[in-house]
C-alpha cells in the first residue's frame, strides 16, 4: 500500500510518455567500478573517467524534463560513490521513479542516506549461501543481504524489494533455491539468462559465451519459473516471457522496441548505442558543457537508424529488455502486469 502513490504516478508518466512515443526509463550505470569480481559481468570495468555529481544532477533533471518516468541506477557498483544520497535526493525531487540495483555489500552502512530516496531496490542473489559468496568473489556477502533484506520489514520508508539472478552455466538450479529465500525475505524474484557479449561497430563480441546456458537449458529453466510461479512463490516473470524462452529461446520471432523506450547512459555519460556499445549516440557532459537539452539526443539521426535496426534485432534475451518492448507495443499481458503492480 505505501508504494500505491509513487506507482500510480509512474503508471500516469509512462502512459504520457508512450502517448508521445517517447521513451520512458533511463538506464544509468553511474559508475564501472565494483567490489566484487563476478565471472558473468559484462560491466565492470573501473578505467573509464565518471561524470560527477552537477552532471548527474543534471542529467536527472533533464530526464524528467524530457517525460522520462523512471531511473535504474546500476553499474558497476553504484554505492562505490560516495554521492549516491546526493544525486539520488535529485531524482526523488523531480519525480523520477527510482530503482537503484547493488550487490548489497554496502547497502547496511548507506542505507541511512538512501532511505527514502529508493522507490524499488533490486539486490542481486544468484545463490544462497556460500555458493552466492563464490560466484561474487566476496566472502560473507550472502549473509549481508539477508540481514538488510530482513531488516527492511520494520523500515516504513522501504523501498518495494525485488531480488535478481542471473542464470549461467555457473548456477544451475539456483533459481528453485533463491525462490525459497526471497519468499521469506518479502521479495519479488527476477531471474535473467546471462548476456554474453556486447555489439560493436564490427559485429557481435561474445566474450562470455562458455557460461551461457544452452536453449534445452534456457526452457528448463523457463518450466522450473513457470513452476515456481505455480506453487506460490513471488516469480515476476510475465507468463508470455517464460512461454517464448521455453519455445523460442532463439528469439525467432521476436521484435526489439527497447530502444524506443530506453535510453542508457554509461559512467562517462555516453549516451549509449547498444547495437555499437563503442560508438555513442552523445554525451551527457558535452550536451550540458554546449547548453542544449537531454532531449536533443533522442532528436539525433542515428537514433532514429538504431530504433529500425532493432527491429531484426535478438541480441538481448532479458525479461526486461523483451517485456519493455512489449510494454511499448501496448501488449495486453503487460497492461495487465502494470496494472496489477500499480494498484498492489
Ligand atoms: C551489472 S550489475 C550492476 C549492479 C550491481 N553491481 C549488482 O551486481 O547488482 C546489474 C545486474 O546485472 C546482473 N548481471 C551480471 N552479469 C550479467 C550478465 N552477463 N547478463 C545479465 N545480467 C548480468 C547482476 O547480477 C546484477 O543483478
Ligand atoms: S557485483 Fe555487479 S557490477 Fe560488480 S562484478 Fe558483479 S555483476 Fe558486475
New binding site residues.
Partial sequence: MKHRSGRVRLAGRLATARALGRPYTLSHLITSR?N?R?E????RDGTSEEADAQTIAWLYREAARAGFAQLVV?????LLRDDLGDVLAVAKRVGLYTTL???GWLMAARWPELRGNVDAL?L?V?DVGVAHDRLRAMPGLYGRVGEFALSLQADPLAPLLLL?T?LSRQNLGALSRVAVVAKSWRAGLFF?P??TGQMQSTGFVES?SHLALTPEELSAAAREARRLGGEGYPILATGAYLDLLENDPGLAGYRCRAPHSLMTVGADGAVRDCRRHDQPIANVMELRASGQALSEALALPRRRELLAEADSCSACN?PDVIELSWLWDLRPVMLKKFVRLAAH
Fill in positions: 565494483c566484487a563476478c558473468t559481468c559484462l560491466w546500476w553499474g558497476g557498483e553504484p540495483i547493488s550487490n533490486i542481486s544468484d535478481n542471473v535473467c546471462m548476456e562470455l532479458n
